[in-house]
């Protein structure tokens, strides 16, 4: 298995450390899953340039690449939900966005066809990674410092609830958009797939 490979890998890995650190209620443990994600959502940056740049572009990598940074995010939405900082509806969405177009990539596969990331489901996958790494700072933050979350102004449950719900739907309707591209893009494709 070739580096880029093995770092697509190491984002399935990491997704389960970071899910651990982040329900424990410690800001300590806040912190090590915000650094777990953070290092985890660079590795998206790193198997795709160093794929291209080594020339080591495989099979494997264009279909687990997506599917890596699939199960991240999901892995933190999901855990935004149960601590109560993400609506599930948002959320449920995403992800049945997410694995709808996984399902559909693993028909693909199935058949010998790849369906490739789009420019579009690329940006979506960064301002996902963008989302959660805000939401983890804060609730970093608010566990390990409130006091100067007041001093700044921005301790208050209610705008800090606005703030997230207005930043999850602009994710969601983004994600659910890409999927529609997704269907319109490939409409002949999807149509082979599924016969």
Do not use: C
Not at 35 to 45: C, E, P, S, W
Not at 121 to 140: D, E, G, P, V
Request: hydrophobic content about 55%; overall charge positive.
């Amino acid at each position: 298995m070739n580096l880029p490979n093995k770092l697509t890998v190491s984002r399935i890995v990491l997704s389960p450390v970071f899910i651990i650190f982040f329900l424990m209620d410690s800001p300590t443990a806040k912190l090590l899953g915000l650094i777990v994600f953070a290092v985890a959502a660079l590795t998206d940056l790193g198997d795709g340039y160093l794929a291209r740049r080594l020339g080591r572009t495989t099979g494997f990598g264009k279909f687990m690449d997506p599917l890596a940074d699939k199960i991240l995010t999901s892995t933190a939405f999901l855990a935004l939900v149960a601590t109560g900082h993400a609506r599930a509806w948002m959320v449920t969405l995403i992800i049945l966005r997410e694995f709808m177009i996984t399902g559909f990539r693993l028909l693909a596969a199935y058949r010998g066809m790849v369906i490739l990331s789009t420019l579009f489901a690329k940006a979506k996958t960064f301002l996902q990674m963008l989302t959660i790494s805000i939401m983890l700072l804060y609730i970093y933050i608010e566990a390990a410092w409130p006091a100067t979350l007041h001093d700044w102004g921005i301790y208050n449950g209610t705008t800090m609830t606005t703030a997230f719900d207005g930043l999850m739907l602009l994710t969601t309707i983004i994600t659910v958009g890409t999927g529609v591209d997704y269907v319109v893009k490939y409409a002949g494709l999807l149509k082979n797939v599924l016969k």
